[in-house]
């Protein structure tokens, strides 16, 4: 039953998507992705299982997951900006797609053992899918009421500091892509072939396009906290896998852990793009915020990540040392998510 559910899921996502093509010939990329991740019925965050999305059994793993050792860091950079802050009365912790809520509930685990800290925090987070919703609350009640959102409208209520945190949300969103042929820029987008199958399209651009690819809620959300830490102080740290200058097509389709074609599983493979840092940064720099920039694997281990797992691992047997020692290697050696993945630091 469930299986025949997901499967008309699949087709109605493509019979949606082949319907818009019928009728205007071409569908940019950027309403493709949008369709495919989040149709309010059909989309793959919208719509499937949280499990069947994150995990071994599910498309892909992520930091939160993969080492308890990151979120003790994350809550650390969070204590650094407390402290900057000075010890604002009321903390509002936001989180970007918070996921299964490992990352803040590792946070909140440590941040515990500062009283003063964690008595003044309210946690929002803004997620559209359903059973992550409710895997958050699950794991968030012990340590207090969590708020939930579709999106960064709440912000205009909260008139204090934020400190905001967003691993692997960006890379999410939908994008517009471009590309250059013989001297004329297309944007990319879908059509059909003579089998009625989804396939490539471009369609001329009128004006040359800044970026290979640009996504515009990106550019809006980050308006958005930028904003609110301008006028009300606060930090933010975005975390995703990405690049800072020169990269071209970076969309890609993964479905249960293999990289698929993007046309092959429309709203059941989580279709993502490398975050463009640098567009970010200057949004931020814009309103005359502060950002810092660095390789996730130096960002660790400035947070003091080699001595934390030391102490932990002089406390554990030599089994369960090894295998915290591999999470946090994939985290930061260079040649796996070390070099690749960067974080951004943005404050006033
Ligand atoms: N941060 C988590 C999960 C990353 S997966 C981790 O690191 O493990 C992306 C997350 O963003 C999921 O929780 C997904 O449901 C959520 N998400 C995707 N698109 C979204 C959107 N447009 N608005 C809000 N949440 C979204």
């Known amino acids: ?47 499937k299982e949280g499990v069947d999305i994150l995990g071994k059994k599910g ?32 903390i509002h912790l936001v ?8 990352l803040m509930e590792g946070i909140l685990k440590t941040l515990k053992k500062i009283p003063s800290f964690y008595a003044v925090c309210k946690i929002h987070f803004v997620e559209i899918n359903p059973t992550f919703q409710r895997l958050q609350k699950e794991k968030i009640s012990i340590f207090g009421e969590v708020y939930h959102y579709q999106n960064l ?21 939908p994008v517009h892509q471009y590309m ?5 820029w297309y944007e990319v987008g879908v059509g059909l072939n003579g089998q009625n199958k989804l396939q490539y399209a471009y369609a001329p651009c009128e004006n040359m396009p800044e970026s290979v690819e640009f ?11 930028s904003e609110h830490i301008k006028q009300w102080g606060g930090a933010a740290l975005v975390i995703d896998y990405g690049y800072w200058e020169g990269q071209g097509d ?9 990289h698929v074609g993007i046309f092959e599983y429309p709203g059941k493979a989580d279709i993502s793009v490398h975050v463009n840092f640098k567009n970010i940064a200057l949004q931020c720099n814009k309103r005359g915020l502060q950002y810092n920039i660095q390789t996730q694997r130096q960002f660790l281990l400035d947070f003091g990540i080699q001595l ?41």
């Not at 019979?15 to 019928?22: G, P």
């Not at 892909?60 to 009365?89: C, D, H, M, Y």
């Not at 909260?158 to 945190?165: G, R, T, V």
Request: aromatic fraction near 10%; include cysteine; glycine fraction near 6%.
């Open 180 to 184: 250059e042929k013989e001297g004329k």
């Open 215 to 225: 996504q515009p809620d990106t550019v809006k959300i980050i308006e958005c906290i």
């Open 250 to 258: 970076t969309v890609q389709a993964i479905y249960k852990h293999r």
């Open 59 to 90: 498309d892909f793993v992520t930091s939160p997951e993969i080492s308890f050792v990151f979120n003790e860091i994350i809550a650390f950079w969070l204590i650094r900006q407390w402290e900057k802050a000075g010890r604002p009365e009321e």
């Open 95 to 102: 989180e970007l797609g918070p996921g299964q809520g490992k």
């Open 153 to 173: 409208g709440f912000l205009s209520k909260i008139k204090q500091p934020i400190f905001l945190i967003a691993n692997e949300f960006f890379d999410a969103l």
């Open 1 to 47: 039953m469930i299986l025949l559910e997901k499967e008309l899921h699949h087709n109605m996502i493509a019979e949606i998507i082949k319907e818009h093509i019928q009728k205007k010939g071409f569908l940019d990329l950027y309403t493709y992705i949008s369709l495919c991740q989040s149709h309010p019925e059909y989309g793959y965050y919208s719509n």
């Open 308 to 348: 934390r797992l030391e102490q932990i691992c002089s406390q554990v047997d030599n089994v369960q040392a090894s295998l915290i020692c591999q999470g946090v290697d994939r985290l930061i050696d260079p040649s796996k998510m070390g070099q690749l993945f960067k974080v951004l630091h943005i404050e006033k």
